[in-house]
């Protein structure tokens, strides 16, 4: 019995000393990056001053238990991030202190130790070697499924003064949205969307498809929107050797040639289930140059990237963007191979305030996860030949009607309180009478349309101008809503010169019979004067915006166009297009131009300046992506060449038409991206015109009176300068980026770009339409043996959205009496981009 009780006395004794051994303090939290809110792993924590710390988890996380505080400071010391030091209450038992670290600008040749071999140079040495098997994109074939989540958020927000404003109180319900979690940063969440989709991939031949099963968006219903959300347009790939960032190509930190534009260190090695992980951050070389600032985590038996997060540096030449994060997560498949698992994208835009010196702050989060992983399996491969999907992306019918239920099931994370309240909210602003007149305004300003229910009125800047023939011109365009009819659009306008007191006008309708892929109808009748514009972004002559950007000395050229044309597009899934076109026009030119008068009708009656004709146009352009309005749409272009093939006849004896000719035409474009070099613009083409035809049925080459730049056009030519039967030319813009601007340390903090063009036709006229169109009174030119040649360069993202071009006129040689105006010319324009 007494045993017993000595055991027990032990145990007790024991008991009183371990308790007196127990933590009597606490301290925990987590370590995050402040811009994309990701964890960071085995982060080193220290009590300042003390020999007392760790390191968090692979959550991110720590916990000290402690007899006692060594330091009223915990700091954290991560490369690549600044130093953070928080306060620590050295009485609570408890507490919680979270770290969320900013990304330092700092060179990681401030870290740097002398050493005869570079050890992060023969990993990442390794890394590239190994790209070729650890990239996703190897395959020969793979699916997933794939979760997109994207959300626009305002930020800085001052949910005081705006339930104050007069403008914002109306909406005083939506700053009950706003998260003011965070004390300092408060934000309103504005605009969500998520998508669910299976993507399939084949490499040989490559083909990508992508079957957007479920899709919903907070205030936008737009099918090219939804399709642009989903994961096909958004994809990027550590792997490559240029990383796409908005409409910029930034270098890979694993670039086959890493070493040129950036600093590596190792910085950690961790062990996670067993297997061993190196970290390795890397830092710009040089300051300016679209590079990255970062960290990889490689998994050292394959070479393979395991994490990766790259942050945009504050003087990367990117313009209303100050901060950009991309985050990458890959997981292991049972295979061994790695494949993607998650990415992020964290963006905080500015724009423009009223107030002086004031902007408005946003940040962009899109999140996306890979599930449901399939690699080489015929089951991918079968998709391509299903004819049930014909394009490269395919929004189901019930993919944005999906009930919430479904949502619940299918998305990786539950939305968070704010997110939830997103599409409400959104509804809710909709309907508001108020709310609706604010976007009508901004859209009135923007675009130029006011509606009026089933009809808008617009654009406003064609209504009035000012040329010397018509002298003081008023005009009003009136076209249909989707409140008339969803697929028939009807457009019209009547102007007045109030010199040469003449109506003039149009009117045309256009059917639309399918819109994926697009079929339609369109007929029109037009009355008007020939305003010189051609393409779709050109300033033509008949706008308020030209008054003042005329060349001086250059009269005015004019003919009046009696047109009626009718067409038929079709348009296949393959980007095969063909349009056939009926038109009939009479044309009336006024002097300097030969007139009617040197044109006296035919012996039949017919009249020559009058054409009835019909023209087939082909059009081949793989993968063009649109961006769909109500009725027109407008290219986003092609990551592939645009070909694009005209034939067409003049038929005599129709509608009193006197023209008998054929005509070819040929034109081949393309957008190439050449990084680290900007990118490339061509468009090369050609044409021929069999027949004797007046001037006005002839090639004359576009040129621009304008100080105001054209793309498209010759800017040191005039119009009706040259005229052709027969030509061939091409059309170069190179966007360089910083260029030169780059090394010069006043300029380079301008964000100022650089570019080069040129453009050039060569071409002729038969001695028949020499014949008939030259010495009529008006001094036309030919291009035979002296092709026309004209190069330029400039500066643009001036003040972020003005573009200078300086153009040279290299040939035709220089006449004796030929002003210095006609060689050289300085012309502005404007380009808003990233």
């Known amino acids: 019995m007494f045993g017993w009780k000595r055991i027990i006395a032990i145990i007790i004794g024991v008991s009183v000393w371990c308790s007196e051994l127990k933590a009597q303090y606490k301290v925990s939290g987590v370590v995050k990056d402040a811009h994309s809110q990701e964890i960071i792993p085995f982060a080193p924590l220290q009590f300042e001053h003390t020999q007392t710390g760790m390191v968090t988890n692979t959550e991110g996380k720590y916990m000290f238990e402690l007899n006692v505080i060594p330091s009223d400071t915990l700091l954290v010391r991560v490369m690549g991030y600044t130093i953070l ?25 401030t870290y740097e130790v002398k050493a005869n071999v570079n050890f992060a140079l023969i990993l990442l040495k390794q890394i590239v070697k190994h790209k070729p098997e650890n990239n996703y994109n190897r395959l020969d074939n793979y699916k997933y499924e794939v979760y997109n989540k994207l959300e626009l958020d305002m930020k800085s927000l001052n949910k005081e003064k705006l339930s104050r404003n007069r403008f914002t109180k109306p909406f005083a319900f939506i700053l009950n949205n706003i998260d003011s979690t965070s004390e300092d940063k408060p ?11 299976d993507y399939y991939f084949q490499s040989s031949p490559h083909k990508t498809k992508e079957i957007i099963k479920a899709a919903r968006t907070s205030g936008i219903d737009n099918e090219s929107v939804t399709k642009f959300l989903g994961g096909m347009y958004q994809n990027i790939n550590i792997y490559d050797n240029f990383i796409p960032v908005f409409d910029k190509q930034f270098v890979s930190p694993i670039h086959h040639n890493g070493a040129f534009y950036y600093d590596y260190k190792i910085a950690d090695t961790q062990y996670v289930s067993g297997q061993r992980y190196i970290k390795l951050n890397f830092t710009p070389k040089r300051k300016g140059e679209n590079t990255f600032i970062g960290d990889l985590w490689v998994h050292d038996t394959t070479y393979a990237v395991q994490k990766t997060t790259l942050s945009v540096p504050k003087d990367a030449n990117l313009n209303f963007v100050r901060r950009v994060s991309v985050i990458q997560e890959f997981r292991q498949m049972p295979d061994s191979s790695w494949f993607l698992y998650k990415d992020k994208f964290i963006a905080d835009f500015w724009a423009p305030s009223p107030k002086p010196g004031k902007t408005f702050e946003f940040i962009g989060r899109k999140t996306t996860t890979y599930d449901n992983v399939v690699t080489s399996d015929t089951s991918v491969t079968n998709i391509f030949s299903n004819k049930r999907y014909p394009e490269s992306v395919v929004v189901l019918d019930s993919a944005r009607v999906r009930k919430e239920s479904f949502w619940q099931d299918n998305r990786p994370d539950s939305l968070s309180k704010n997110e939830m309240n997103i599409y409400k909210m959104v509804d809710t602003l909709q309907r508001m009478p108020l709310f609706q007149k604010y976007s009508n305004t901004i859209k009135f300003l923007a675009t130029g349309y006011k509606p009026f229910g089933p009809i808008e009125w617009g654009p406003y800047y064609y209504l009035f101008s000012k040329n010397r023939l018509e002298g003081f011109r008023l005009r009003l365009d009136l076209g249909t809503t989707q409140k008339f009819n969803k697929d028939l659009y009807l457009y019209g306008y009547l102007a007045y010169g109030f010199d040469d007191k003449v109506f003039k006008g149009k009117i045309s309708g ?25 393409y779709y972004d050109e300033v033509g002559t008949d706008n308020i915006f030209t008054l003042a950007i005329r060349k001086g000395g250059i009269p005015q050229k004019f003919l009046m166009i009696q047109e009626q044309r009718l067409e ?12 056939l076109s009926l038109i009939h026009k009479q044309v009336r030119p006024y002097e300097p131009l030969p007139t009617a008068a040197f044109y006296p009708k035919l012996v039949n009656g017919r009249d020559p300046l009058t054409n009835t ?88 080459h576009p040129g621009n009176e304008m100080y105001y730049y054209n793309k498209y056009a010759f800017n040191m030519m005039n119009r009706f300068e040259f005229i052709s039967d027969q030509y061939a030319g091409f059309n170069v813009e190179h966007t360089i980026g910083n260029g030169i601007f780059g090394y010069i340390p006043l300029i380079k903090k301008l964000k100022w770009r650089q570019f080069w063009t040129a453009k050039g036709v060569i071409g002729s006229l038969s001695d028949a339409n020499k014949q008939l169109n030259l010495n009529k009174g008006y001094t036309f030119k030919t291009l035979e043996g002296d092709p026309y040649l004209e190069v330029g360069t400039g500066i643009e993202n001036i003040f972020k959205f003005l573009r200078v071009d300086f153009v040279w006129r290299v040939t035709p040689g220089q006449l004796p009496d030929e002003p210095a105006s006609k060689r050289f010319g300085v012309f502005g324009s404007f380009k808003l981009q990233f």
Do not use: C
């Open 187 to 197: 934000f309103l969440p504005i605009f969500l969307t998520e998508s669910l989709s």
């Open 85 to 109: 030091r928080m306060p620590v209450n050295r009485q609570l038992k408890e507490q919680v202190i979270n770290f969320e670290l900013t990304r330092s600008d700092l060179s990681l040749k």
């Open 568 to 579: 038929f597009f079709k348009e296949y899934y393959s980007g095969f297009s063909h349009q």
């Open 510 to 534: 256009l059917w639309l019979l399918k819109r994926h892929p697009r079929m339609y109808i369109y007929g029109a009748y037009t009355k008007d004067l020939d305003n010189g514009s051609h």
């Open 613 to 700: 004709e019909v023209e087939l146009k082909l059009r081949y352009a793989f993968h063009e992506q649109f961006l769909e309005g109500s009725y027109y749409r407008i290219s986003l272009g092609s990551k592939y060449p645009i070909t694009e093939l005209k034939l067409a006849v003049g038929i005599p004896g129709i509608g009193n038409s006197g023209q008998d000719y054929q005509r070819v035409t040929l034109s081949v474009s393309d957008n190439v991206k050449l990084p680290p070099f900007g990118s490339l613009y061509y468009n090369v083409f050609g044409g021929k015109i069999f027949g004797t035809v007046p001037y006005t049925s002839l090639e004359v």
